[in-house]
């Protein structure tokens, strides 16, 4: 007889998240994360329990205009211990919400951890588990599991490449040159540090990104597309000399205090922990050899002294069609002992991840307990997410998406953009309200009925 009611592998945000929901529910988890085990990733440095790789930033935390921000609000009132916890370790970042990865990490960790109900097991796990499970083993799932799920899906995975930006010592920062300023003042107005570039400066970095010696691709890479939320900088630099300006070093809204005019273009840095020792270059993931991010990187105003705790790089991550493959509770098909959650389910982003893998512990809880959970309405951030992954897309076309109002039913009706985001925000409280009202209470399983409900499943 299993010690267990569901077995949850992976240990990132979607497997912390869905092991907290059902934890708290009442049901004993196992929670397998290989990293600890002997096993390791190409981009992940710790063997901490959510660990942030790509960037320390869940977003805008405005709930009012912004579709993430509101999937924050929604994640809170459900209980995310993710939320809980980058709250806790927030560091300054304008109207977003940036963590301290350490301190979350190890936040996380601890909390489950301490869970009476969930036992951490630190493994790699390399088949399919028989009785009720989720698989949130992330965009870099060891090989011999993607290739059960190869063989389960009875299709191939798609994939595509994240990239990770460069990370910079604060006191290495020329800041007579450099000054703070959030875009448009917002938040303290203080929470970015922005190198400026004149236009002359400009064209001698875009060429060099152009000219620069890349990292080759290995075999396995090549032929797979880039998903464009992490767009290698060289890439963009590719599509145009000025796409750069209207990307991640647009001037827009930002004061030189040396001519008190917007510059040509501008590097940003933003805090990466809480002593703000740390400051990572933003959008600036790169496949440049490290050798020539130093020499180039070196060449912005700013930074031309520059200590880099961290250089880019860039790796292949992969993802199941989950249109086709996984039903409205993120069941697959023909498996359904077995739930797929966070980004191998095409969700794309932290805290995105970590909402599918919220749900994904509830509707399991649910199920363990003999109720039936509704998904959570289209018209809320979650559901409209959660809508997109299991069915909304199209599954031949099907790539990573962040969450948007895009992916919510319309508001009808000409109305000004502004208004609109309210009018969504409105909305999507109403109908989580409602949600929320009908939800059931899940009973947990007694210890002696555990067998039964694997075998329920399989």
């Known amino acids: 007889m299993s010690d267990h009611h569901i077995h949850i592998v992976g240990g990132g945000l979607a497997g912390s998240e869905a092991a907290w ?24 440095h710790t063997d901490g329990l959510a660990e942030l790789v790509c960037s320390n930033s869940f977003r805008s935390d405005d709930a009012e205009s912004n579709a993430v921000g509101l999937l924050h609000q929604e994640m809170r009132r459900l209980g995310s211990l993710i939320l809980r916890e980058g709250d806790a370790h927030r560091v300054p970042a304008g109207s977003a919400l940036a963590v301290d990865r350490d301190g979350f990490s190890a936040g996380v960790t601890a909390a489950l951890s301490a869970h009476p109900n969930i036992t951490i097991v630190r ?27 190869g063989g389960a899906t009875g299709t191939d995975a798609l994939a595509f ?46 060429a060099a990104l152009l000219a620069g010696e890349k990292t080759e691709f290995r075999d396995w890479e090549k032929d797979t597309p880039y998903f464009e939320g992490c767009m290698p900088i060289e890439v963009m630099a590719e599509r145009g000399v000025d796409t750069l300006r209207y990307g ?23 805090q990466d922990n809480a002593q703000g020792t740390l400051w990572n270059i933003v959008g600036f993931q790169t496949k440049l050899k490290h050798a020539e991010q130093v020499r180039l990187f070196r060449t912005i105003p700013g930074l031309q ?44 982003g932290y805290i995105e991840s970590a909402a599918i893998g919220l749900i994904a512990g509830r509707f399991a809880a649910a199920e363990l307990s003999g109720a039936t959970l509704p998904p959570p ?69 007694r210890t002696a009925d555990i067998s039964r409900e694997a075998a329920t499943f399989a």
């Open 21 to 44: 929901q059902l934890a708290e529910a009442g049901f004993r988890v196992k929670l397998s994360e290989m990293r600890g085990g002997g096993d390791a990733t190409p981009a992940h």
């Open 161 to 206: 490449f994240d990239a990770i930006a460069p990370i910079v010592h604060r006191d290495s920062i020329d800041m007579d040159i450099a000054w703070f300023q959030s875009r448009w003042n917002k938040g303290d107005g203080k929470d970015y540090i922005n190198c400026p570039l004149d236009k002359d400066a400009y064209l001698a970095f875009h």
């Open 305 to 348: 002294n520059a200590e880099f705790a961290r250089l880019g790089g860039l790796h292949r991550n992969t993802f199941i069609r989950s249109p086709e493959l996984l039903d409205p509770t993120l069941r697959l098909r023909n498996r359904p002992n077995i739930r797929f959650a966070g980004q191998i389910t095409g969700c794309e």
């Open 248 to 270: 991640p070093m647009k001037p827009v809204g930002l004061d030189d205090p040396r001519t008190g005019r917007w510059p040509y273009a501008v590097v940003q840095l933003r």
């Open 377 to 445: 309405p289209v018209e809320t951030s979650l559901g409209a997410l959660l809508g997109h992954i299991t069915g909304g897309a199209e599954a031949e076309s099907y790539q990573p998406m962040n969450v948007n109002f895009g992916l919510m039913p319309p508001i009808e009706g000409r109305t000004k953009k502004a208004d609109r985001k309210k009018m969504y925000t409105a909305r999507a409280r109403a109908a989580l309200d409602q949600w929320l009202s009908c939800l059931p209470q899940p009973a947990p399983a």
């Open 123 to 149: 493994e790699r796990v390399d088949i399919l588990p028989d009785g009720p499970a989720i698989l949130a083993t992330g965009p870099l799932t060891a090989p011999a599991l993607a290739e059960a799920i």
